[in-house]
């Protein structure tokens, strides 16, 4: 008898009908002689529709405290709607807030850290035979407020309850069959993977690939959690994440992503002392702006040249304070781009393979695309190109990398 | 400083503009030397919503633990955004659900009854010189599990708060200016009462004026807390309800009430001897059916007829089982009639003035209105006549014991 964990997320649940879908797929699980704990986030267009009221009433800026209380609605109204559904099927369920299934963070409001899980009374109602049913993204600091974990951080919550209860697998219901070794709506030839690492998800989910929070697959990296990712309409098997030795094959490139979010920035003229880049950064980084990729070249004069990747949406902001920063440091000019795309190849055999970067950067001057940046960890090289030129990188990469008998003419290290 | 405890309902909290206005009225009391509490109901038309979610969910019977873990989502929705509103004015304000604030009920979901208030954030929030926005209508109960306290609750709530902190006042926001001495939609002389006491209230409440809770003025009158009904539209003082002793001016009659919600049943013919009421009354209590007025008259041949009054929705299968009850226990025949009316007098004063009743009968029969029932309290005289008499009796009684002058012909006992 497993226990087994699901998590559906909001499109699951948008509407009463939605969440009959849910419920008959818990209680078949259940009635298949498994233990099952599940974990809901707010219906679709509920939680954006409280942002709104919050604006509405308390500001650009609302309490922390006021907010996470209020948005935390959302989740407790599908949980006691999910345990009635469950219920019409004779099967016992109960529902649990953040508080009442003892769900601690920190103080952190709207993006708090879990601190434990008691799990007390969602053991209570297994062991009785009955259905736990948990409210997503949110939890209770020692005073007992309500705080939530950040967008997304339903999540977070499955895992880290699955973590608690000794779960043997937690299972991401999403509207996607799993994960993909690209995007399907661009390339045809993508293809659903068995299994990647934690590694690899990771990669792969900061990267642009937005099947998983990177945060829960942290957690489950930590806690050894396997996820499964399947879809919440088609039943079948989707992508398991697991730990890396429990990936058997492991190919040299298991996906190609993109991301065309980003804007990049470049200082030029920076005399090459030690400090520059702090005094750089530093202040971006206390106005929230999170800086990608970072990249340094030394020019032949002894001054440097520092160019960074932000959030489009921050572009404007981070443009002018690195504006303010170079005079005071006195670098030549500054310089932007909101048009670009980074198109990533992520592979746990990387670490294996030599020759991969070069492969990429062919595989790119062959299609006449033109690279700006390049980045590299042991799983994964990203490069910086026009943005009218990502779909075609995804493509051309996907064709040299992951479809059959591609990875054939990488050298072994 | 005094310490209010401010009670608002749905209709004044129905939209972001009135859930402003409300911060104003809360922070103008703060500002003018006043410690505050403010409980809130969910916003109009919330509750409903959530219920039909449940019926489409959970079908006829919802399971009523998720019932409550689901409506009560309405008054937590209301605190958060009032609470980031009186933050607005600079003014500190936390929210509290039943839970945080210790909020104690036993376990009677969907009706639970309060068992005590901690109130111990709520002191601290108030110490500190903030305000304490708490959802009415809900609790919790020992296990940790939400529970409501039924329909129009939040004034229980309020009333509950007010006795755990010892407030000097409860004050019930509605949107009528107080408690009148009849409907002002009928009689144009109606006049708000300055002071009221408990049972006055009381008998008023359960007569038809649905201005307060009849629980919350039964939980006012046990912990003495003097309410102060008034308008959430306008200034000015609306109607105290407080104890008896109070109550300077002791006028005979205080009110003038009606109620059109309730239908007629007579059994006739029933052999008098003991027991035979118990025989009528316990299957129609099982069955949930609230019996209001009982008349027994004792017939020339020794046998009895029984009459009774119920709820008007309740009429059909009342019907039906009186029918049942009385072939069972032999009576002659069943008779019922779904259009009645029962006016009532109420006030203090009867308690020191004979004939009330009297003057009663006769200001009937002068129109011409035939008596069907009569029904007696120490404080309140009901009669039943024909639905279509009822506002012509409230317009003659309210002129002939209410408007001025009014009471002088009674007799003193």
């Not at 959690?225 to 039943?235: G, K, N, Q």
């Not at 690195?322 to 500054?334: H, K, L, N, S």
């Not at 030129?389 to 990875?407: I, K, P, Q």
């Amino acid at each position: 008898m497993a226990l087994i964990v699901q998590k559906f997320g909001g499109t699951s649940v948008a509407d009463p009908e939605r969440i009959r879908n849910v419920a008959r797929r818990v209680v078949e699980t259940q009635r298949a002689g498994n233990r099952v704990a599940v974990v809901v986030s707010a219906m679709a267009g509920e939680t954006d529709a409280l942002v709104a009221l919050a604006r509405e009433l308390g500001g650009d800026a609302p309490d922390p405290r006021e907010y996470d209380a209020l948005v935390s609605t959302g989740e407790q109204k599908t949980i006691a709607l999910l345990a009635m559904a469950i219920q019409e099927h004779g099967l016992p369920a109960q529902s649990f807030t953040g508080m009442q299934m003892g769900m601690r963070t920190d103080r952190s409001h709207t993006r708090a850290r879990i601190e434990r899980v008691e799990a007390t009374r969602i053991r209570e109602t297994l062991d009785e035979g009955g259905v736990a049913v948990l409210a997503g993204f949110q939890g209770i600091d020692e005073q007992g407020n309500v705080t939530t974990l950040g967008r997304g951080g339903s999540d977070t919550s499955a895992v880290a309850v699955a973590a608690a209860l000794g779960a043997d697998v937690c299972e991401i219901y999403t509207d996607v069959d799993g994960v993909f070794t690209t995007d399907p709506n661009l390339v045809a030839a993508a293809r659903k993977l068995e299994r990647v690492s934690y590694d690899e998800m990771l990669e792969m989910a900061s990267l642009g690939a937005k099947v998983l929070q990177i945060r829960s697959v942290l957690f489950a990296k930590r806690y050894g959690v396997p996820l499964h990712v399947r879809s919440s309409f088609h039943e079948g098997e989707g992508t398991w994440v697991v730990a890396e030795e429990d990936v058997m094959e492991r190919p040299v490139v298991s996906g190609v992503t993109y991301n065309r979010d980003e804007a990049k920035i470049r200082v030029c003229g920076v005399k090459d002392q030690p400090g520059v880049a702090a005094k750089l950064f530093t202040p971006l980084s206390e106005a929230g702006v999170v800086v990608d990729m970072i990249v340094q070249n030394l020019g032949h004069d002894g001054s440097t040249d520092m160019t960074f990747t932000v959030p489009r949406h921050d572009y404007a902001r981070a443009l002018s304070q690195a504006q303010e920063i170079a005079a005071e440091i006195g670098a030549d000019q500054v310089e932007g781009d909101g048009e670009i795309a980074k198109v990533s190849i992520v592979g746990l055999g990387m670490k294996d393979h030599a020759g991969v970067a070069t492969r990429m950067f062919q595989t790119l001057a062959e299609e006449g695309i033109n690279i700006q940046l390049i980045s590299t960890s042991e799983i994964k090289v990203s490069v910086v190109i026009e943005e009218k030129y990502a779909e075609l990188a995804v493509r051309a990469l996907h064709a040299a990398f992951v479809e059959d008998g591609a990875a054939e003419p990488v050298a072994e290290s």
